[in-house]
């Protein structure tokens, strides 16, 4: 079953602007990750931040974690027409295998130039 | 530095035909292995994955198999294809942390089955 949501589904913004994706989770994790997959491709790994860490930056990246309502948000500042991608959450959940990490739906990300 | 590869890049088969995807992994030993599949627009839903060779977990019934003969290579296979295979597949890999929480995943450029 999905343990990430991202929220919103779709995200339209233009050239310039920034970008806020969330994702919610349901059980207790070790860490959070956001990927971003361009069409038809592959999904390459952008930022990890563990339960113990509130924020993290990562160039224009900036992740949010909240432990307590069990949520995450994706700051993409000064957004370019290359942002545009579906960007994922993955949790690895704590207490469970060490070996997977379980998706969300996604947030379809066009930044219009 | 590594590099993962998928094979093919596009596939269309016909219903009730036989599968074989090959995802091979370079520079790493030891490698988690992963299959997902992703339906058009949708997430990722894990299908096997592999701690080590010979060692295959399934995380959903269907009637997909997958096989580990070599330490990093992983292959998807199927003795007859349904409709509803078709997607895009993706294979992963990380490196194996037998105690220690998962850490990040590296996906190859993924196959596209079109099954008719």
């Known amino acids: 079953s999905q343990q990430g949501e991202e929220d919103p589904q779709a995200l339209s913004i233009q050239e310039g602007e920034n970008a806020t994706m969330n994702c919610s989770y349901k059980?207790?994790?070790?860490?959070l990750q956001w990927y971003r997959q361009n069409s038809g491709r592959g999904l390459v790994h952008l930022i990890l931040?563990?339960?113990?860490?509130r924020e993290k930056h990562s160039g224009r990246l900036r992740v949010t974690l909240d432990t307590s309502k069990k949520s995450s948000s994706l700051l993409i500042t000064a957004s370019r027409a290359a942002d545009t991608a579906s960007y994922f959450c993955?949790?690895?959940?704590?207490?469970?295998?060490?070996?997977?990490?379980?998706f969300g739906k996604g947030t379809l990300l066009t930044v219009n130039p | 530095s590594q590099t993962i590869h998928q094979w093919p890049a596009t596939l269309v088969q016909p219903v009730g035909s036989p599968l074989s995807l090959e995802c091979t992994v370079e520079?790493?030993?030891?490698?988690?292995l992963y299959w997902y599949r992703q339906a058009a627009g949708r997430g990722l839903q894990l299908l096997f994955y592999?701690?080590?060779?010979?060692?295959i977990s399934s995380e959903v019934p269907q009637n997909l198999s997958a096989s580990r003969p070599q330490d990093r290579q992983f292959i998807l296979s199927s003795k007859k294809l349904l409709l509803s295979d078709s997607g895009f597949y993706l294979c992963?890999?990380?490196?194996?942390?037998?105690?220690?929480?998962?850490?990040?995943?590296?996906f190859g450029p993924g196959t596209r089955l079109l099954v008719l």
């Open positions: 992963a890999w990380s490196v194996l942390h037998a105690f220690y929480p998962q850490e990040t995943q590296y």
């Open positions: 059980t207790s994790i070790n860490n």
């Open positions: 931040i563990r339960s113990n860490e």
């Open positions: 993955a949790t690895e959940n704590s207490g469970g295998s060490n070996y997977k990490l379980t």
């Open positions: 520079g790493t030993s030891n490698p988690n």
């Open positions: 592999s701690v080590g060779i010979g060692q």
